[in-house]
């Protein structure tokens, strides 16, 4: 039975040149499990929107949304779950979190205090359930936020990129809870999302968003099969279908890890050559901690205890970690927005406290946090990068060369007169990264520049910092983004408990995790032990198969 239908959906944004969405077709069963996924700005946040009445956008639209073949005007039978698991809680206990959807809808309190037992038991919270709720890490923040929608019953569950804030461990268990709910409960779902690894096996049907319409709408093999190499969303696809499309069989093509070993190792034997590491850069240090501690009050936990790190010149080092282990406290101190009461901090060879007045972010530092918005302070995000370029010294008749030079570099020039707050998260992130980049610091921080961003626009982010490193620049960044750390980072750390664990090269480091590891090297393993990347694998299978 069809619960929803999308006819001929179009919208476009207030002063817009063009629509968001155009011509929009698709239905959607019962009990379906259906992915929405496509490069930043596509639509799909817009899409989704418009399925929740509460927080449609303001804009011009045509078509029809049905739901049971009529106007979708129930709040109550679609549930939305947004990606900043902050945005969505509005209590300050967990219990009271669980029950405020039903005290608004009147519910009796027999019937609130049994939905709210039954949630909290299917979801695992009975543990934390009379905590607060800014004490949770973001994983149980946004599960509170899923069980919070599931206690009100809804039929149709919509989620937007709701694992892009989760750490792997986290955004796994996550996706594994979605599975379950759309199993055992036949609750239909309709999820938005940049990190297809684990979801995209699990999904019934795949729809891919380009420039607002939608140009596949199959099985997920199927997609696979039908996606070009070329396009832009190709780089989204599972690990063990890029390895498979990069090979010249006539295997299908594999979705899941599990699929992908056993398609390797039907098709290669495995060899002792290892992919060959790079040199480490040999540059002054950067920033360096020595034995750093940190609370963010006096009696409060220490958030870093005895952190040490040392960052080159011409470095890009990763920081991954799971929600609360202390990555962003970590980048604030070496930015000094945090200061540390013991240890010390060197920047460029000398101690934070020696820069004075403004001295360290000019031409020094600069940091893109992990929220995007609090960087815009303009109505438009060319008179933001305006800002920058004025504090920079250069002369207002070069500025506009100065901005377009940058938002073409990182395909942001259709944005430059749009107000942030109106970009989609991916495109706030992009925006964001211009400005910063605009300060040409000797050391960049990046808070997980990835969130809300394609895969294809996370290639030419790669491409943008190592361009950054090889003219000596020292880039630092946290993500929970694996396989992106693993493509671009000359070393990796891993911070666990306030500590930084180990440090070493993405090959030796992911290649002896079991958790915090890329898709293709667990693909790999017991064939070619390092390698750790899509494109490393694939260059093993072509090197064996030119031997054999």
């Not at 989620?159 to 199993?183: H, M, V, Y």
């Not at 780089?235 to 992908?260: C, F, K």
């Not at 982010?461 to 693993?486: M, P, W, Y």
């Not at 500590?499 to 958790?515: G, H, R, V, W, Y």
Request: aromatic content about 6%.
């Amino acid at each position: 039975m069809e619960l929803l239908q999308v006819e001929n959906l179009s919208f476009r944004y207030p002063k817009a040149e063009r629509d968001a969405l155009h011509q929009i077709n698709f239905s959607v069963n019962a009990g379906e499990f259906i992915l929405l996924c496509g490069v930043s700005g596509c639509g799909k946040t817009t899409l989704l929107r418009l399925l929740k009445k509460e927080l449609a956008p303001v804009g011009e639209k045509s078509g029809r949304i049905l739901y049971e073949s009529k106007s979708l005007n129930s709040p109550e039978k679609a549930g939305f779950v947004q990606q900043n698991p902050e945005s969505q809680i509005v209590t300050d206990k967990v219990w009271h979190e669980l029950a405020f959807g039903l005290e608004n809808m009147g519910a009796p309190t027999e019937v609130i205090r049994r939905r709210v037992g039954e949630m909290a038991s299917f979801f695992g919270i009975e543990g934390w359930f009379r905590r607060k709720t800014d004490e949770l890490s973001g994983g149980q923040k946004q599960l509170l936020n899923l069980a919070s929608v599931m206690v009100m019953q809804p039929d149709l569950l919509i989620l937007d990129e709701p694992t892009g804030q989760l750490d792997p461990i986290a955004a796994a268990d996550f996706i594994s809870t979605l599975q379950k709910i759309n199993r055992e409960l036949g609750l239909t779902i309709l999820l938005a999302e940049h990190r297809l690894e684990e979801v995209f096996p699990i999904a019934d049907r795949v729809l891919v968003l380009e420039n607002g319409s939608v140009i596949l709408d199959d099985k997920p093999r199927e997609i696979g099969r039908k996606l070009s190499p070329c396009h832009p969303m190709f780089y989204a696809m599972p690990s063990a279908v890029r390895i498979r499309q990069g090979l010249e069989t006539n295997d299908p093509y594999p979705l899941t890890v599990r699929e992908g070993r056993e398609f390797l190792e039907r098709n290669f034997k495995g060899d002792t050559q290892m992919p060959t590491e790079p040199k480490l850069p040999e540059g002054d240090t950067a920033a360096e901690l020595k034995n750093v501690w940190f609370r963010y009050e006096k009696d409060a936990p220490d958030v870093l205890r005895g952190v040490s790190l040392k960052v080159r010149c011409g470095e890009v080092f990763c920081i991954l970690g799971g929600n609360g282990a202390g990555k962003t406290t970590a980048l604030n101190v070496i930015a000094g927005l945090d200061r540390a009461y013991r240890g010390k901090v060197m920047i460029g060879g000398r101690t934070i406290k020696d820069y004075k007045g403004g001295a360290l972010y000019r031409n020094n530092i600069a940091l893109l946090p992990q929220n995007p918005q609090t960087v815009f302070v303009k109505e438009t995000v060319r008179a933001d990068l305006a800002e920058i370029s004025e504090a920079m010294g250069i002369p207002k008749k070069e500025h506009k060369n100065h901005i377009e030079k940058i938002a073409a570099k990182l395909g942001i020039s259709n944005l430059l007169d749009r107000h942030p707050y109106d970009l989609s998260g991916g495109e706030q992130q992009k925006c964001a990264l211009a400005k910063v980049l605009l300060s040409n610091p000797k050391i960049l921080l990046l808070d997980e520049p990835t969130k809300g961003i394609d895969a294809y626009a996370k290639q030419n982010l790669q491409k943008i910092l190592r361009g950054l490193s090889q003219n000596g620049k020292a880039v630092i960044l946290v993500t929970h983004d694996v396989e992106f750390a693993a493509e671009i980072s000359d070393r990796c750390a891993f911070i666990f408990d306030g500590e930084i664990l180990s440090a070493d090269t993405p090959q030796k480091f992911f290649a002896e995790n079991s958790f915090y590891t890329t898709a293709a090297n667990r693909m790999a393993r017991g064939l070619w032990k390092n390698a750790v990347t899509c494109e490393q694998v694939i260059e093993c299978c072509r090197a064996e198969g030119a031997r054999l």
